[in-house]
Nanobody, 123 residues
Framework: QVQLLESGGGLVQAGGSLRLSCAAS????????MAWFRQAPGEEREFVAG????????YFTDSVKDRFTISRDNAENLVYLPMNRLKPDDTAVYYC????????????????WGQGTPVTVSS
C-alpha cells in the first residue's frame, strides 16, 4: 500500500511560481509512474503532468506544457511539480497519483492518490 502526501500549495499572484511536492511511503517508489492531477471547483479532475518510473519520460497536458515541469527523486521517494507563470485558471486542488504504467493520463490508470494540496492563483 502506497501513501502519498502532497505539500507546497498556497495562494500566489498571477505570473508567480509554486513548487508542489509529493512524498511517497509504503511501497517501492521506483516501481511506480507518478502523475499530478488537478480539480478546479465544479470541474472534473484532470491530468496535469506525469513522469515514468526512472524519470526518463515526462508528459504534460497542453495548457501547462511550457510552464510546468515534473521531476522525481527515487532515492528520497519524492516527486515535484514546479509551476511557473501561474494563471488564475490553474486554481485547483492538486493531487499526486501513483500507477504501474507510464504515459497514462486517465484516473483509472492510477492506483494510489494523495489527499491533495490547494493552489489559488489571484488575478
Amino acid at each position: 500500500q502506497v501513501q502519498l502526501l502532497e505539500s507546497g500549495g498556497g495562494l500566489v499572484q498571477a505570473g508567480g511560481s509554486l513548487r508542489l511536492s509529493c512524498a511517497a511511503s509504503g511501497g517501492t517508489f521506483s516501481n511506480y509512474a507518478m502523475a499530478w492531477f488537478r480539480q478546479a471547483p465544479g470541474e472534473e479532475r484532470e491530468f496535469v503532468a506525469g513522469i515514468s518510473q526512472r524519470g526518463i519520460h515526462t508528459y504534460f497536458t497542453d495548457s501547462v506544457k511550457d510552464r510546468f515541469t515534473i521531476s522525481r527523486d527515487n532515492a528520497e521517494n519524492l516527486v515535484y511539480l514546479p509551476m511557473n507563470r501561474l494563471k488564475p485558471d490553474d486554481t485547483a486542488v492538486y493531487y499526486c497519483a501513483a500507477g504501474m504504467l507510464a504515459r497514462r493520463r486517465r484516473m483509472p490508470d492510477y492506483d494510489y492518490w494523495g489527499q491533495g494540496t490547494p493552489v489559488t492563483v489571484s488575478s
